[in-house]
């Protein structure tokens, strides 16, 4: 796995890094981690192995860093890099990660996706009081899982900043897996603006960073193709609902430059290989806004864990990472050079590395796919709602979507326009309806009714999804015309189960709501200010969680301390994840066992979702 | 102008000081300690300054310079909300100033926010001035197809009661080009000479105006206006000698920090 030789010139490299640590060093994009240049064994001046724990010593500071050609004085970095560097252990042994903040605000870390005592969860306000200036804070905990992690800040807007890392815990029995080299990819989202001017920019002025709005031409465009009253009518019942189609990421590449382990695109991070081997790579979305759409150009990979957890090999050739979610994909190159594209959700931006044979060398960058917008689906109609359809298209509007009362607006004179362009939106939820409606069957809560509160959730929801569909087999927007393999939930099945077989005992559920107008997110139209107490599971209850998604956005939710099963229709072989992204209009559930006693952070992990209130805890009581 | 947006994003940001801040919230877990920070800050205060219309019309020899434009300050939910309109006569340095609003404001539904205040309304220039006050109750906020509206019933310290409505519809031709259209209308439920105004629909104003957005804050624009007067205030103005009509080039800047 070492692949050492090839970085003869490494250890005069590391010595720059050490120097550089102290300033900038011209020349350098920026201080990249050890893993950012293939080095992703343990010997680092920073870890050591004592009395069988890895003790890690990582220190959080603010580093003035070059970045794609422009000197930036707000980086958070950890020993002196970012991403920070990776923190690799074992399962089985102890961790001991001592944390030492140089800044002058409060940090924390917390370690995404790990299994551990709640008081070493890092979430300040939740698991502890944070790590105050000056201080040095010991994490410690036994490590009982394996696979691949991320770790990052969970204090005010850090993490956008560059304050977060990989985590790899090598198994303690060796995987079935064959590879012979592996890397990590840590993909990111970065800012040259004061985060905080960013949360204002969307708290005051809605759609501050889409450039990609409906314009005038567009819809002359879909006049061609749709003919006039079906495109009327799509502009008047997204009109009327306020919405915007084109709401796919709230920060785009009009304010971002993406990142691949701390490189822009110009910068082409590489990972060296040699012909024929097998490489592992450990996708790592840790972006604060960022989904990704990520693919290998010529060459298929085998999906082998999601959220850190095995999976039955898959093989693709694309998948979506939603903000903190990981993959970890087999590839066995087959040329000299390949191109690792990562393009935002939206299509507003990319950022590439290279997999090559020698550095300098580069593959064809592939043209981003061209930009989409949302489909009825979102709306909550969903595929399933075609069939409350008469034959000359009226729309069955108890199926549909509720408008908070102004349904009978849509129920109106246009006839067979509605139909019409409710078949285009839908379409590629109904071309997969057929293949897969032995799998929707087996999904527990298809086809239940759904009930909102009297209020529709008020003013915090500008909508609600009145027939949310399951649409695990749905790849996503932007995939509608996809003629090649995209990853899906719903082809994720774990490979032996999970230890816990009862079936739920209780339900929760929520909903995942907002009011793009005033940058307002919440579960239940409830920011977490609003609420009167914690989400509260019972110390040792199995239970179903049910995501309902009312808003028009992507929002990968994330459980800190228990794993989510995510309920696919694959029974016992239904994956685990730590973060479920639910598209818009979607319900999915998971089941969760409540083994984990404490307080324990529940969220959006889009950062700012998170920061404007889409965000709870939960306590195993 | 950027230095000074932000020194004033800076006024704003240090007075946007995070409230409530201490544990003790009520979703907080079971284990937190009342000295702990919160884990998020989703009850900020921000404020937002939009000069909305800030230009010249011209009108045959006629010019004026014209302003519209609206400040808020506050959380999601509760705002208090300062807004201004007026005009001056080039020629003659005297104007109005229409209206300049004090507002508790809020959002009492998903696109809509209640607001009620006081109001004052003063003339100014070399001619004896007058003024006036009332107590406002109005709505602001989204339509259905996009129209931002804004509606105030107004009733005077005299006891006279208005009603005036305005709406803007922005067409996107590009992502930084956007036609607006711009409609307003008053109507009064009384006569009162002495402010011009006669009893029923007052006026009706209409707007297009073509933007350029050199950033989301900052878009110059030019544009045309034309406002009608109706009926008995048609007929005042007639006998006051003034135009019942008129047509205006405009040209002007939106902006807001």
């Not at chain 1, 040699?274 to 759409?293: C, H, Q, V, W, Y």
């Not at chain 1, 909903?511 to 919440?522: A, F, I």
Request: glycine share 10%; aromatic share 10%; charged share 20%.
């Amino acid at each position: 796995m070492s692949d050492r030789h090839f970085y003869a010139g490494m250890s005069r490299r590391r010595l720059i890094q050490g120097a550089a640590t102290m300033g900038l060093l011209a020349g350098f994009d920026s201080l990249l981690p050890a893993y950012a240049r293939g080095q992703l064994d343990n010997t680092n001046a920073f870890h050591t192995v004592r009395n069988g724990a890895d003790i890690y010593d990582l220190t959080v500071a603010r580093t003035p860093l070059k970045i794609g050609g422009t000197v930036s004085e707000q980086p958070i970095t950890i020993n002196g890099t970012l991403p920070a560097p990776l923190v690799r252990l074992k399962q089985g042994r102890e961790a001991i990660l001592r944390v030492t903040n140089t800044l002058p605000e409060a940090t924390s870390i917390h370690w995404h996706g790990l299994i551990l005592p709640y008081q070493m969860d890092g979430v300040p306000g939740v698991s502890f009081p944070g790590i105050m200036p000056g201080e040095t804070f010991e994490y410690r905990f036994p490590v009982e899982q394996h696979g691949t992690y991320w770790y990052h800040s969970h204090s005010g807007l850090q993490e956008q900043l560059g304050h977060y890392g990989p985590i790899i815990i090598d198994p303690a029995e060796p995987e079935s897996v064959a590879y012979d080299r592996e890397y990590v990819v840590v993909l990111s989202d970065w800012t040259f603006d004061s985060p905080d001017d960013v949360f204002r920019n969307l708290k005051v002025a809605e759609g501050y960073y889409n450039y990609n709005q409906r314009t005038v031409g567009d819809f002359f465009k879909d006049v061609e193709t749709m003919g006039w009253d079906a495109a009327w009518s799509k502009a008047g019942m997204w009109g009327r609902m306020r919405m915007s189609p084109r709401d796919i990421l709230d920060v785009t590449g009009s304010e971002y430059t993406y990142l691949m382990n701390g490189s822009p695109s110009a910068s082409n991070w590489t990972g060296l290989f040699r012909p024929g081997e097998k490489i592992r790579l450990r996708f790592i979305n840790a972006s604060a806004m960022t989904f990704f759409d990520v693919r290998i150009p010529g060459l298929p990979m085998t999906v082998i864990s999601a959220d850190g957890q095995p999976v039955q090999p898959v093989e693709t050739d694309e998948f979506r990472i939603g903000v903190a979610e990981t993959y970890d994909v087999i590839v066995q190159p087959t040329d000299t050079a390949h191109t690792v594209f990562a393009q935002s959700q939206d299509r507003s931006g990319y950022v590439r590395g290279t997999l090559a044979t020698r550095k300098g060398m580069e593959a064809p960058v592939p043209p981003m796919y061209p930009r989409t917008e949302r489909g009825m689906a979102a709306m909550g109609m969903g595929a399933m709602s075609m069939g409350a359809m008469g034959k000359d298209g009226d729309m069955n509007m108890d199926s549909g979507m509720d408008m908070g009362g102004k349904m009978e607006m849509m129920s109106g004179s246009n006839d067979k326009a509605h139909g019409q362009m409710m078949m285009n939106g839908a379409d590629s939820g109904m071309n997969k309806m057929s293949s897969d409606k032995a799998t929707m069957n087996e999904v527990p809560t298809a086809g239940r009714p759904i009930s909102h509160g009297p209020d529709n959730h008020g003013p915090g929801a500008a909508m609600v999804a009145s027939s949310p569909q399951s649409r695990l087999d749905d790849p996503g927007v932007g995939f509608e015309t996809a003629n090649h393999r995209v990853l899906t939930y719903s082809q994720l099945q774990s490979i032996e189960g999970w230890p816990d077989k009862r079936p739920a005992e209780r339900e929760v559920e929520l909903h995942l709501t907002g009011n793009m107008e005033r940058y307002m997110w919440s579960f239940d139209g409830k920011k977490f200010s609003e609420v009167d107490g914690p989400v509260k599971f019972y110390h040792g209850e199995r239970l179903r969680l049910i995501l309902v998604n009312d808003s028009m956005m992507d929002h990968p939710i994330h459980l800190h301390g228990m794993w989510m099963e995510l309920e696919t229709g694959a029974g016992e072989y239904r994956p685990r994840k730590h973060t479920i992204s639910v598209k818009p209009g979607e319900r999915v559930s998971a089941l969760i066992t409540a083994d984990a006693p404490g307080d324990w952070a529940f969220h959006c992990h889009l950062l700012y979702h998170m920061d404007a209130g889409m965000f709870r805890v939960v306590s195993v009581v | 102008m950027n230095i000074m947006m932000n020194r004033i994003k800076w006024v704003v940001g240090a007075s946007a000081l995070t409230l409530a801040s201490g544990a003790g919230a009520a979703g907080t877990g079971v284990q937190a300690e009342p000295d702990w920070t919160l884990p998020i800050h989703d009850n900020q205060v921000f404020g937002q300054v939009l000069f909305d219309r800030m230009e010249y019309q011209r009108d045959g020899d006629n010019e004026l310079a014209l302003w519209d434009a609206q400040a808020w300050i506050g959380k999601d939910r509760n705002r208090l909300w300062v807004e201004t309109e007026g005009e001056t006569d080039l020629s003659s340095d005297s104007g109005d100033i229409e209206n300049f609003d004090v507002q508790y404001s809020y959002r009492f539904d998903r696109f809509w926010d209640i607001q009620t205040g006081l109001g004052a309304q003063t003339t100014f220039g070399p001619s004896p001035n007058k003024e006036r006050y009332s107590a406002i109750v109005g709505l602001q906020g989204l339509a259905p197809y996009w129209f931002e509206v804004d509606t105030n019933l107004r009733v005077t310290d005299d006891g006279d009661v208005s009603y005036d409505l305005e709406a803007e519809y922005d067409w996107l031709l590009t992502q930084r080009l956007i036609l607006q259209g711009r409609g307003e209308t008053l109507v009064a439920f009384s006569d009162v000479e002495e402010w011009g105004v006669g009893s029923g629909i007052n006026n009706v104003g209409l707007g297009l105006r073509l933007r350029y957005h050199f950033s989301r804050e900052f878009a110059p624009y030019v544009g045309v206006s034309y406002t009608r007067f109706l009926g008995n205030t048609e007929d005042l103005r007639e006998r006051e000698g003034e135009d019942v009509e008129s047509s205006s080039f405009v040209a002007g800047v939106r902006w807001w920090f």
